[in-house]
């Protein structure tokens, strides 16, 4: 886990709140990413960003905001929107570019429920 | 569309037991394929990769993995397994040409348990 913090470790939503999942990273890693896991399902990915100011929808995208403003950092909002948000979430980062793909590190996770 | 399957959700095995935890992948282009491990409420922890080159690739904690083109698969393997390595692992890839730009396609992941 080391190089990428998650905050906070444990997070609990009331129906119609918007929460918000930090991920800072100090790799000095081009892109970063969010994935959701759920119990069976694998990870899925939420919103991925390879630029400062710039980020992509990933599969599952809906009910979810994100923003890049710093290259360390990539904040994760679950929207009152998102139907089903309890789940655990994981923030990773990679470098990019090369003559070889870069394996990707994860943080330690976030795990939100909704009460 | 690129995927990666385990068709197994748990396999069980006894200390000192070689294990396979099995891996398909179906891309468009070349693979990049990728194992992880996963403790409870932890984040991944990478174990190794294969990019290109030799199919048997060494990784991390005496993991090892085997490429296998004609059969599009990417098994994980060891020779003697212990029980700290009781774990959730993940197969992954990435398409040289995906659309999901740097972003891997995880598998539903495969429990292992290893009995003393």
Redesign the interface.
């Known amino acids: 886990?080391g190089g990428?913090t998650?905050s906070p470790k444990y997070l609990f939503r009331k129906e119609g709140q918007n929460v918000t999942l930090s991920c800072e990273q100090n790799l000095n890693h081009d892109?970063m990413?969010w994935?959701r896991q759920d119990p069976?399902?694998?990870?899925?990915?939420i919103y991925?960003s390879?630029i400062v100011n710039d980020f992509?929808k990933?599969?599952i995208a809906e009910g979810y905001s994100v923003s890049r403003e710093k290259k360390e950092s990539f904040p994760l909002t679950v929207t009152s929107a998102q139907k089903n948000p309890t789940a655990?979430y994981?923030c990773?980062s990679?470098i990019?570019g090369g003559s070889?793909?870069n394996?990707?590190?994860?943080?330690?996770?976030t795990?939100l429920t909704v009460l | 569309a690129q995927s990666v399957a385990q068709p197994e959700d748990q396999v069980n095995v006894a200390e000192g037991n070689p294990l396979t935890v099995k891996c398909t992948y179906s891309v468009s282009g070349n693979p990049y394929l990728f194992w992880y491990v996963q403790y409870p409420n932890r984040g991944l922890q990478f174990l190794l990769k294969y990019i290109t080159g030799d199919n048997l690739v060494k990784g991390s904690y005496g993991f090892e993995a085997e490429f296998n083109k004609s059969q599009t698969s990417f098994h994980l393997k060891k020779p003697s397994a212990l029980v700290s390595d009781s774990a959730l692992y993940f197969c992954a890839v990435r398409d040289a040409y995906g659309q999901a730009g740097t972003a891997l396609i995880f598998g539903k992941g495969t429990t292992l348990s290893v009995s003393s």
Not at chain 1, 40 to 45: C, E, K
Not at chain 1, 103 to 109: A, D, H, R
């Open positions: 886990d990428i998650q892109a990413y994935y069976g399902q694998g990870l899925r990915l991925y390879q992509q990933g599969d655990f994981l990773a990679s990019l070889t793909y394996e990707q590190f994860f943080g330690p996770g795990r």
